[in-house]
């Protein structure tokens, strides 16, 4: 992985960073949100037979830690081509 420059290598490490924060936040408010803060509040929806913030505290974080997963790939692989130092 080689830059260009010097301001392409700090460019593309401020927008790395800047989604992980991102994507770390959208983690958060799912996992501690809405699994333990509001899960009395979502209990009273019902999801496939299940109330709603059980759901999201046994399975609905993990199932959005894993959509976050493949968000970052795809988005790190177009700022891979955006800065050039994709490896393909």
Same mark, same amino acid.
């Given at each position: 992985?080689?830059?260009?420059?010097?301001?392409?290598?700090?460019?593309?490490?401020?927008?790395?960073?800047? +989604? $992980? /924060?991102?994507? =770390?936040?959208?983690?958060?408010?799912?996992? @501690?949100?809405? #699994?333990? +803060? $509001? /899960?009395?509040? =979502?209990?009273?929806?019902?999801?496939?037979? @299940?109330?709603? #913030?059980?759901?999201?505290?046994?399975?609905?974080?993990?199932?959005?830690?894993?959509?976050?997963?493949?968000?970052?790939?795809?988005?790190?692989?177009?700022?891979?081509?955006?800065?050039?130092?994709?490896?393909?």
């Amino acid at each position: 992985m080689a830059f260009r420059n010097e301001e392409d290598k700090v460019a593309y490490w401020k927008e790395n960073l800047s +989604l $992980l /924060v991102k994507l =770390l936040i959208i983690w958060f408010v799912v996992s @501690f949100g809405a #699994g333990i +803060l $509001l /899960v009395d509040v =979502l209990n009273n929806i019902q999801f496939f037979g @299940f109330k709603l #913030g059980f759901w999201f505290a046994q399975q609905g974080a993990i199932y959005v830690f894993v959509a976050l997963i493949f968000v970052y790939m795809a988005k790190m692989n177009a700022l891979d081509k955006k800065y050039g130092v994709n490896e393909d």
